[in-house]
């Protein structure tokens, strides 16, 4: 809840950055919390109108957006801009606990057009892979954007000191139920978003990683396996299928258990199972299909 005395000051920030102009180094960590809730609502409203924005912020409804996810999000983002407020009165540096505070305050970008290329590369993965939202809920939601903001910052290292960081994070979600495979077609994404604003140099050396990513995983599982896993898993489960992409995300968990990343695969396949979500013969199809694939991975 935005304490009482900070409310006209979330307002108005929040208001300011529906034009999206800010551009370069961000200092202030209720400014970090402004661009990053409005770019939020930019993907939940697919419009860059600021005056769309500001109906959004405004609590007016916009067209083809979800309503309740629109509330959600500003209630959340002025949450974090109140208290980046207090960051900013206690002289509080930037980091991503400004936008994420269960994230234990790791750096990330601070530049403005870059934040935002985060967070829209962020929210388009979660969009692409309704498996984050079935599984992590908001709390995905707000990961993706603070990892996402996080990798940009490692786009000025050398390519070997960039592809020890990806391979770092990729083993801490992969343990966490997230193929290593989620971050490689999530790199990509960042990737393209950031060559959109910024230029081909301000990717630095983020394409690099994905690409050690993706060598590694091709090791074990292949392009053409993960897309057959997908049409073994449809097949076999139609409607019963626990989310999309359930054929590719076992292949992908099974190559993280081939490359060493993971002891096993257990985090994904014992959610894909969970007799508490899916029913007895649902579980039976999905480890076939899994079967199936470990007969195929190299």
Do not use: K
Request: no cysteine.
């Amino acid at each position: 809840m935005t304490p009482p005395e900070h409310t006209d000051d979330v307002h108005e920030l929040l208001l300011a950055q529906t034009d999206r102009a800010t551009t370069g180094a961000l200092t202030d960590p209720a400014v970090v919390a402004a661009v990053v809730a409005v770019e939020r609502l930019v993907v939940a409203t697919g419009s860059t109108d600021a005056h769309v924005l500001r109906d959004a912020l405004l609590g007016r409804p916009v067209p083809g957006s979800d309503e309740a996810q629109v509330a959600e999000l500003l209630a959340e983002g002025r949450s974090h801009v109140a208290a980046g407020l207090i960051r900013r009165a206690t002289g509080q540096a930037v980091d991503a606990g400004v936008v994420n505070p269960a994230s234990g305050g790791y750096e990330i970008t601070t530049d403005a057009t870059l934040l935002r290329a985060a967070v829209r590369a962020a929210q388009g993965s979660i969009n692409a892979m309704p498996y984050y939202g079935a599984r992590y809920g908001a709390r995905g939601s707000r990961f993706a954007t603070t990892d996402s903001a996080w990798l940009l910052s490692l786009a000025g290292l050398s390519a070997e000191r960039a592809i020890q960081q990806v391979e770092w994070l990729s083993r801490v979600l992969a343990a966490r139920g997230m193929p290593t495979w989620l971050l490689e077609i999530h790199l990509d994404a960042l990737v393209s978003e950031v060559q959109s604003v910024a230029g081909e140099h301000a990717v630095g050396s983020l394409p690099v990683g994905a690409a050690a990513l993706a060598g590694t995983r091709r090791q074990h599982v292949d392009d053409d396996l993960m897309r057959s896993a997908d049409l073994w898993a449809d097949a076999a489960l139609g409607d019963a299928l626990p989310v999309p992409h359930t054929g590719a995300l076992l292949a992908a968990a099974i190559a993280d258990e081939r490359a060493g990343v993971t002891r096993d695969d257990s985090s994904l396949v014992d959610w894909l199972t969970d007799p508490e979500r899916v029913s007895a013969s649902t579980a039976a199809a999905v480890r076939a299909v899994r079967q199936r694939i470990l007969d195929e991975a190299r």
